[in-house]
């Protein structure tokens, strides 16, 4: 079966820097992926990674550790348009996603 | 390149009739998977399917659901006899192919309100 465990909730000032933690077990892992999502808009893509390490991507950085089933989103340089729901995604046998039930982030003056 | 197109984005029924989801998937993706997200509550995996076939249906219930992905139109999520509880956000996604690493593209979602 599949289980993800991520922060319900996360509070940061504008400017600074935040990390979304998830940890998770699935079966037939084949990359993890965090999508972000408005309230009430569809999820968008924000990255994938399959194997060990870091991947950089402007504000967006995401950590993969695969032997301890664990995945960090790195935000950096917070805008107020970055208050949304993170979405962690472990991709499991045929492409499906298994999604957590997000983290909140409040991004704050 | 048009994304995924759903309709409608807002749908009202009365218990007992039945729900009609439209989607249609990103020019040259033929690969579109269903999800469900309840109030409060993470998306749920629910259907993937390929033109005419169903690949994966784990996430569906085993009732009053159908799902089906003509060879010409788009994808259609079915539900009769609505519930209360089948008020939800669902939502289409399409990719280009199955492989793991092709990301899959998300659209508006269909807000299903039962009354």
């Known amino acids: 079966g599949q289980n993800i465990d991520q922060p319900t909730e996360m509070t940061a000032t504008e400017g600074a820097i935040v990390q979304i933690n998830c940890t998770y077990q699935?079966?037939?892992?084949?990359?993890l992926f965090w999508y972000q999502q408005h309230a009430g808009e569809a999820p968008t893509f924000l990255s994938y990674?399959?194997?060990?390490g870091l991947e950089e991507k402007g504000r967006f950085s995401s950590f993969l550790s695969r032997s301890k089933g664990y995945s960090y989103l790195l935000l950096k340089e917070l805008q107020m348009k970055d208050s949304a729901s993170y979405l962690c995604a472990p991709a499991g046998t045929a492409s499906k996603l298994t999604f957590g039930t997000g983290t909140r982030l409040q991004v704050t003056l | 390149n048009a994304g995924v197109m759903q309709n409608p984005r807002h749908l009202v029924r009365r218990r007992g009739q039945e729900a009609r989801l439209r989607c249609s998937p990103m020019k040259g993706h033929s690969h579109v998977y269903w999800y469900r997200q309840l109030p409060e509550e993470g998306l749920k995996f629910m259907v993937y399917l390929q033109k005419e076939n169903i690949i994966d249906e784990s996430g569906m219930p085993k009732e009053r659901f159908s799902a089906e992905f003509p060879k010409e139109g788009p994808s259609i999520l079915r539900i009769q006899q609505v519930v209360r509880g089948d008020s939800a956000a669902y939502f289409c996604?399409?990719?280009?192919?199955?492989?793991?690493?092709?990301?899959?593209?998300f659209g508006a979602g269909t807000r299903l309100s039962v009354l």
């Open positions: 699935t079966s037939g892992f084949n990359g």
């Open positions: 990674n399959v194997l060990d």
């Open positions: 996604a399409s990719s280009p192919t199955a492989t793991a690493k092709n990301i899959q593209y």
